[in-house]
T-cell receptor, first 115, second 115 residues
Framework: DAGVIQSPRHEVTEMGQEVTLRCKPI?????LFWYRQTMMRGLELLIY????????DSGMPEDRFSAKMPNASFSTLKIQPSEPRDSAVYFC?????????????FGSGTQLSVL | DAKTTQPPSMDCAEGRAANLPCNHS???????VYWYRQIHSQGPQYIIH???NNETNEMASLIITEDRKSSTLILPHATLRDTAVYYC????????????????FGKGTKLSVKP
């Protein structure tokens, strides 16, 4: 299994530009999570999906952020317009719901720098 | 807010056991103790989890006190590759949602394994 795949690995953009981060979860997993990590705030849960449906987006910082999951094998996190304070590492994770043995598998992350 | 308390940092000599403590005095009866770690520039990685019995797998052992208010993660023979931030998390297993079900990361313990 290839694990959770995120792209791009690094993204550098200018303030005001649109940024799209991509994630391919592990096949067969029905939960997908987007996290953001900064030095100041640590790892924060932004949004998660179950069976492609957004369940909780209370962690999304503001309307500039949006996430979609058009099918079970693909999700995007979009920032429009981007701002320097959005600079962070964005992680995608997936899981298969189980009785007690579920665990999250994380991707390698996308390092976003907004200049 | 994270429901666990961990020391910010610890050192361990290579080849020795690393014992990482975690306090979770407000843990509920249906909450499990999870441990994840994050090696520099990588996504978090699942290590182990348990409810009340001690658990062991190929990576580590988890010792939970009888009153379940604290636990210890044991890496029996630490190597340099075990240098990472270790997160102790309590959550309800079997569903995701809110502050009980989701993985909420605190600041963790930065473990440095030294030659």
């Amino acid at each position: 299994d290839a694990g959770v795949i995120q792209s791009p690995r690094h993204e550098v953009t200018e303030m005001g530009q649109e940024v799209t981060l991509r994630c391919k979860p592990i096949s067969g997993h029905d939960y997908l999570f987007w996290y953001r990590q900064t030095m100041m705030r640590g790892l924060e849960l932004l949004i998660y999906f179950n069976n492609n449906v957004p369940i909780d987006d209370s962690g999304m910082p503001e309307d500039r952020f949006s996430a979609k999951m058009p099918n079970a094998s693909f999700s995007t996190l979009k920032i429009q317009p981007s701002e320097p304070r959005d600079s962070a590492v964005y992680f995608c994770a997936s899981s298969r719901r189980g009785a007690t043995n579920e665990k999250l598998f994380f991707g390698s992350g996308t390092q976003l720098s907004v200049l | 807010d994270a429901k666990t308390t961990q020391p910010p940092s610890m050192d361990c000599a290579e080849g020795r056991a690393a014992n990482l403590p975690c306090n979770h005095s407000t843990i509920s009866g249906n909450e499990y103790v999870y441990w994840y770690r994050q090696i520099h520039s990588q996504g978090p990685q699942y290590i182990i989890h348990g409810l009340k019995n001690n658990e062991t797998n190929e990576m580590a052992s988890l010792i939970i006190t009888e009153d379940r208010k604290s636990s210890t993660l044991i890496l029996p023979h630490a190597t340099l590759r075990d240098t990472a931030v270790y997160y102790c998390i309590v959550r309800v297993a079997g569903w995701y949602g809110g502050s009980q079900g989701n993985l909420i990361f605190g600041k963790g313990t930065k473990l440095s394994v030294k030659p």
